[in-house]
């Protein structure tokens, strides 16, 4: 039930168009990170541990500043790691119940850099902004792999993966 509240839940229509003949109204998906993602033993709640990630409930303001009051975040990684095994597990997020059409695809307020893919196989570096524009989704699910990876030097802390947004763009 938690699942299905937590991706139904976040179907909102950001505002509706009067121009009579403009397509549907402009539509977001908000996908929890903790409902969609496994494997649920990938973390650990409020505590930190160098091969768990952390679902992070207690933070000051949290309400204001994460989707649903809390986030997932990461270990924080001192340097690289060669493997994706290495760390935390991998996440996989399995966002369902998506209409067909075309979609933008971004996570909010990482901070500092996730490893992330789209097939478990090929990873690369993310910080926020678009991660996929225009993707074509038609059979109703989109899936992203998550982890922990890429090491933030200059200002060493977690990387957070709150919640995946799809913002429709086109039929
Ligand atoms: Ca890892």
């Known amino acids: 039930m938690r699942r299905w509240l937590g991706a139904c839940g976040g179907l909102v229509a950001l505002g509706c168009s009067l121009h009579l003949g403009r397509a549907a109204a402009p539509v ?3 996908f929890e990170a903790e409902v969609v993602s496994t494997p649920a033993d990938g973390w650990l709640r409020d505590q930190d541990r160098p091969d768990k990630w952390c679902l992070w409930t207690t933070e000051p303001e949290a309400a204001k500043k994460r989707s649903g009051a809390q986030t997932l975040k990461t270990p924080v990684v001192v340097e690289d790691r060669a ?3 290495d760390g935390a597990p991998v996440l996989r997020a399995h966002c369902t119940g998506i209409p067909a059409g075309q979609w933008d695809v971004e996570l909010p307020a990482v901070v500092r850099l996730l490893a992330i893919s789209l097939d478990g196989r090929t990873w690369r570096p993310y910080r926020g902004g678009p991660l996929a524009r225009g993707l ?3 059979q109703g699910t989109f ?5 922990d990876r890429y090491a933030w030097p200059d200002h060493p802390g977690p990387a957070y993966f709150d919640c995946v947004i799809l913002r429709r763009v086109g039929d």
């Open 143 to 147: 899936d992203l792999w998550v982890d």
């Open 28 to 30: 977001e998906l908000r």
């Open 136 to 138: 074509r989704i038609d």
């Open 83 to 85: 493997r994706p095994e």
